[in-house]
């Protein structure tokens, strides 16, 4: 299982990068996890948009969503160019009825995920876990059957993401506030927070995500070793993990 890191920046993307966005793959299938605001653009420097398999949507704030429209456009026009007429599944949960009805378009069908049950897409495995967040939203925790990554999407921290993310080889978390900070009301974790599930999980790897647009960015993770003693990265567009 390979995991690209396509954008990472909360709320909306700095200049020339994107907001959340995760490819993930594995035997020549490619899943996008979340597609936020430039991700299409920044997705065509590792993959053709129309060699997508899947996508798998976290919940549908824009700046995990934002590029689907534009996804579905790409779609119709590879396929115009290419005279076929295959379609893209987008995976969603129903809980806001007509934010996921936007899913389906003429090449894309909108496919509805209960995350009370396991679903599985191409080689990967995913169970979810809803997030504490201002609307509907379910963090992931995806298997090869080999390797697994947990991705927490946008969350406030609670004790369940432990035992949710335990084990894991890679945990990416929402890292939206620094130590000290309160992001309960907005959704989100701080620094240390996502360091006490990375450490408490027994995980290998943690990936500090979903960025603030203020602060120096280095004392997130600085403050994140001081909890967790393990591998920690801060996100960076096109970083890669593997096994």
């Known amino acids: 299982m390979k995991v690209t ?3 990472y920046w909360g709320a909306y993307p700095a200049a ?3 907001s959340s966005g995760y490819l993930f793959e594995k035997d020549g299938f490619s899943l996008l996890v979340d597609c936020g605001s430039g991700v299409l653009s920044r997705l065509q420097q590792f993959k053709k948009v129309d060699e997508l ?3 798998i949507l976290s919940h549908y704030h824009h700046d995990h969503i934002a590029d689907i429209g534009p996804l579905q456009y790409a779609w119709l026009v590879q396929n115009s160019l290419n ?3 295959e379609s893209l599944p987008i995976y969603g949960h129903q809980e806001d009825e007509d934010k996921f009805d936007m899913l389906t378009h003429q090449y894309t069908k909108g496919v509805p995920y209960d995350p009370e049950k396991p679903l599985e897409i191409g ?3 995913i169970e979810f876990q809803k ?6 939203c379910y963090g992931m925790r995806i298997s090869d059957g080999e390797e697994t990554a947990v991705y927490t999407a946008d969350t406030s921290y609670f004790k369940e993401w432990s035992a949710f993310a335990k084990n894991a080889n890679l ?4 890292t939206n506030f ?10 989100h974790m701080t620094s240390t927070e996502a360091a006490t599930i990375a450490d408490e999980a027994n995980v290998q790897t943690l990936w500090l995500s979903h960025l603030p647009h203020f602060g120096q960015l280095t004392k997130l993770r600085q403050e994140a070793e001081d909890v967790f003693h393990g591998t920690i990265q801060l996100a960076e567009e096109g970083m890669t993990w593997s096994k």
């Open 16 to 18: 020339g990068s994107a």
């Open 131 to 136: 997030a504490h967040h201002p609307v509907p």
């Open 171 to 174: 945990l990416i978390t929402d």
């Open 5 to 7: 890191i396509i954008g």
């Open 83 to 85: 005279d076929r007429n």
């Open 178 to 187: 620094y130590k000290g900070m309160d992001g309960k009301k907005a959704g």
């Open 123 to 125: 080689p990967f495995s």
């Open 53 to 55: 398999d899947a996508v």
